[in-house]
């Protein structure tokens, strides 16, 4: 062991728990992955559609809600089977179900905020045309 190793040896020979901040609350995570969801939709389908090379900003805009809505579904999905394996983890319950909990207020503040931008945003993009 080198000098420079020693830090490192030292922080994993006192390895936990993953850090108290990104888990800490069940809700709070349930809601952000959701909502992280979102995001890395929008930039799949981000790539997607530059692969394709689609030009129109109002087309753009489609692929990143389709690619949003999808890839929040599926986070849904996941996180209703975390919900249901509650059943089976009985000393878990609670943190499971206060994560799918905070997943379905992600999915309904989704929902909100999808239905209040939808049409600003595509006046918006039909105006951008082409990008």
């Not at 939709?41 to 689609?54: D, L």
């Not at 949003?68 to 579904?73: E, L, M, P, R, S």
């Not at 089976?88 to 909100?112: D, S, T, Y």
Request: aromatic share 14%; hydrophobic share 60%.
């Amino acid at each position: 062991m080198t000098i420079k190793e020693k830090p490192l040896i030292n922080a994993m020979s006192r390895w936990g728990m993953m850090p108290g901040f990104l888990f800490a609350n069940s809700l709070i995570a349930g809601f952000t992955t959701i909502q992280l969801c979102a995001v890395f939709g929008v930039f799949f389908m981000m790539f997607q559609a530059y692969g394709r090379g689609v030009a129109d900003a109002y087309e753009l805009l489609q692929y990143f809600r389709l690619g949003a809505f999808a890839i929040v579904g599926l986070g849904l999905l996941f996180s209703i089977a975390l919900g249901v394996r509650a059943v089976w983890r009985q000393e878990e319950a609670k943190e499971r179900l206060l994560f799918l909990l905070g997943a379905i207020l992600g999915v309904v503040a989704f929902a909100l905020l999808t239905w209040l931008t939808w049409e600003p945003l595509n006046v918006g993009a039909s105006e951008l045309g082409d990008v």
